[in-house]
């Protein structure tokens, strides 16, 4: 073989074998309730460009804004607003965090199947988790008592959830805490008397949800604000989003990012 | 088309949210129009209203919105008040039941982005540098067997604190004045909450993963300034190295040994005109260059989450300097649960204390003055129970039996024996 098509096919393979040096690589943390959404997305992303490298994780909402704010990971998921606290400990980092809207969420009260009701208002659903109701023919049901699943208190939707239901008072000490949506759920859907809350993704036939103030959780009443327990899903950055980081939320956010969110059960804002 | 309207709206909403007069109800319902005429999508509308309420909130938090003066968005003003009965009980006739109010102020600013100041004035005597406390209803000069108060002295506003701090990055920070103790204690055998030191200290912090961080302070504690003593400036240096680890999602564990310096200790007056302390004449006899190791295990949900947290915790102290006697060692023990913080309405935490310091183990001018007035040649057994009556507002009942490790002979301060003392305070706390 020539020496010159040596030297080429040399350099060519020293390229391909360094390619994985100059993948870009971003980490994605936080909130279990957008991790879904951040999973597909970043599968369906790289299997288009196959040079990106984006690893995904969850934690809770709270785990995800400390890491964008000490810079160890470059997308923070959350389901909550960040706090006053977090921006100014952010700030006195030297980070400039940016929110990005990526989707919208209902937080769907659920109860077992069995379960004959179907209707509570929201004062109902605050008094059952702040133990002020604690059987279930206090609300016209069967004559049981009330198990009560929340989520542990590093999670978005537990914020979400006391901020926009409870009014900021503790949850009754005898919830049974869980560390994540699909946690929940799955309890919900093994215990008869239970009630718990989820994202709205997590449905399932295993559970059932409950209408709040009359009004189901759906993508059409979470985007208009008739369902009062709904939130936006955020993703955060340091300052405007470069590179990888970037073209993904690009993604997440553009129409196709949308339908994945839609699929996923979410509220897609397209 | 579509697309100038979105930029025309955004326009509008950045010059609504910058104007003073403009509320977050009336961008709201501009969205709202705007959607309902089918300009915007809901989704393009919630995009709106939520991305700018953020960036307004991370302008506010910075202290860059332009509509409010600086100061008034990088100045935080807090206090707090407490009024206390306290029954103490060193004989069966020898009682003293008194009613007692503490109230701090104080602001802290920041002067730039790396630097800020804190000033903070509170209730207290002159006299007494650990206690804020004064007591109500007295006014002349007080003789008890145990207590013998300087006329005119009993409520004063004393200085507090008075620093300026320098964050030289995310992981070390210089503070130097009068400032609140750098030094992270698991239990109050050593330092009276109430007690600032002044002086210098530098705290260092770095996180190495998700689940652990180690962090150093160290302290330079002026402790009196008197140019008529052959010590004038006699110094306290302390290193604290220490970590804080998260075993798991429920169980952490925060550890620290602290090494202590002392300077012109030695041979030098005692600070106070009673010590319990070993002397010579009027002099400290010893040094109390010490190390104290000190850890907090913290347990989330314990017992199948019966009670929301739980901590097991305990300190030690051991005086290293040269010719000190056998009563040099004193260690702190304890448990609480319940409630990580009492901040809101039917929080609740239970503490159990117990505590032992040797005569010389420890300067008797810095351990917790509730405890048998903060002396050393001591043990203690402790029970507390804050309960949340609002936010930021709680009861606490603390109950103290104490007595000397030796024998003391009778004296105007008391009979001979032990001197068992008794001692409940109920607290009620308010912050702001």
């Known amino acids: 073989m020539k020496t010159v098509n040596k030297i080429l096919l040399t350099g060519l393979a020293v390229l391909g074998l360094a390619m994985p040096a100059f993948a870009e690589k971003i980490v994605v943390e936080g909130s279990t309730t957008v991790l879904p959404i951040a999973q597909k997305a970043a599968e369906v992303y790289m299997q288009k460009n196959p040079s990106a490298d984006i690893s995904v994780r969850g934690g809770g909402s709270s785990v995800g804004i400390a890491s964008i704010i000490d810079g160890s990971c470059d997308i923070a998921d959350s389901s909550r607003p960040i706090k006053d606290t977090e921006l100014e400990k952010a700030a006195s980092n030297g980070r400039d965090i940016k929110a990005h809207v990526v989707a919208m969420d209902g937080i769907a009260v659920v109860i077992h199947p069995s379960n004959g009701i179907n209707a509570l208002s929201k004062s109902q659903v605050k008094d059952i988790f702040t133990g002020k109701i604690s059987n279930w023919s206090q609300l016209g049901g069967s004559n049981e008592k009330i198990v009560a699943i929340s989520r542990d208190t590093s999670s978005g939707t537990f914020e979400a959830f006391m901020e926009l239901v409870l009014d900021k008072q503790k949850v009754r000490p005898d919830a049974i805490m869980q560390a994540s949506n699909q946690a929940v759920a799955t309890t919900v859907a093994r215990t008869p008397n239970a009630i718990g809350y989820v994202g709205l993704g997590f449905l399932s036939d295993a559970i059932k949800a409950v209408s709040v103030d009359g009004i189901m959780p759906s993508k059409e009443t979470v985007l208009t604000g008739k369902y009062k327990v709904g939130r936006p899903l955020f993703m955060y950055t340091n300052g405007a989003p470069k590179g990888l980081a970037k073209e993904f939320l690009d993604f997440v956010k553009g129409p196709e990012g949308q339908a994945l969110a839609d699929e996923l059960g979410y509220v897609g804002l397209k | ?432």
């Open chain 2, 1 to 432: 088309m579509k697309k100038l309207i979105i930029i025309a709206v955004l326009a509008l909403l950045s010059v609504c949210v910058m104007a003073p007069q403009a509320k977050a109800g009336e961008v709201d319902l501009l969205v709202q129009k705007l959607v309902e005429k089918g300009i915007l999508t809901p989704g393009e509308g919630q995009v709106l209203i939520t991305e700018t309420k953020e960036e307004v909130k991370k302008q506010i938090a910075s202290g860059k919105y332009e509509n409010l003066p600086t100061w008034l968005q990088t100045m935080k003003l807090k206090g707090d008040f407490r009024l206390r009965y306290q029954h103490d009980r060193h004989t069966s006739t020898d009682t003293e039941n008194r009613a007692r109010i503490r109230a701090r102020l104080g602001v802290e600013a920041k002067v730039n982005d790396q630097m800020k100041v804190g000033i903070g004035i509170a209730t207290g005597k002159v006299s007494d540098p650990r206690s804020t406390n004064v007591t109500l209803g007295q006014t002349g000069s007080k003789d008890s067997a145990y207590n013998t108060e300087t006329p005119g002295s009993f409520k004063n506003i004393i200085l507090d604190y008075a620093y300026g701090e320098y964050a030289f990055n995310k992981d070390i920070t210089l503070i130097g004045g009068k400032f609140a103790n750098p030094l992270w204690r698991a239990t109050d055998l050593l330092w009276d909450s109430d007690l600032n030191p002044e002086g210098v200290a530098i705290k260092f912090s770095h996180k190495m993963s998700s689940s652990m961080d180690l962090f150093m302070n160290n302290l330079l504690f002026i402790l009196d300034e008197d140019t008529t003593k052959e010590s004038k400036y006699p110094m306290m240096g302390a290193i604290q190295p220490g970590m804080n680890f998260k075993i798991s999602d429920s169980l952490s564990l925060k550890g620290a040994v602290t090494g202590y310096f002392f300077s012109g200790v030695e041979k030098r007056d005692t600070f106070r005109n009673w010590s319990t302390n070993s002397v010579n004449g009027s002099n400290y006899k010893y040094n109390y260059n010490s190390v104290n190791p000190s850890m907090e295990l913290s347990i989330k949900e314990p017992l199948w989450g019966v009670v929301p947290s739980a901590a097991i915790f305990s300190e030690g102290v051991f005086n290293v300097s040269k010719d000190v006697d056998n009563a040099r060692g004193g260690f702190a023990a304890g448990v609480k649960f319940g409630a990580e913080k009492v901040s809101n309405k039917g929080d609740w935490q239970a503490k159990l204390i117990y505590a032992k310091l040797s005569r010389d183990a420890w300067m008797d001018v810095f351990p917790d003055s509730d405890r048998y007035s903060g002396k050393t040649n001591m043990k203690s057994y402790e029970a507390a129970l804050a309960y949340g009556l609002g936010k930021n507002t709680y009861l606490e009942l603390d109950y103290y039996y104490s007595q000397s490790l030796s024998k003391v002979a009778e004296s105007t301060t008391g009979p001979a024996g032990y001197r068992p003392a008794h001692t409940l305070q109920i607290d009620w706390n308010l912050k702001f």
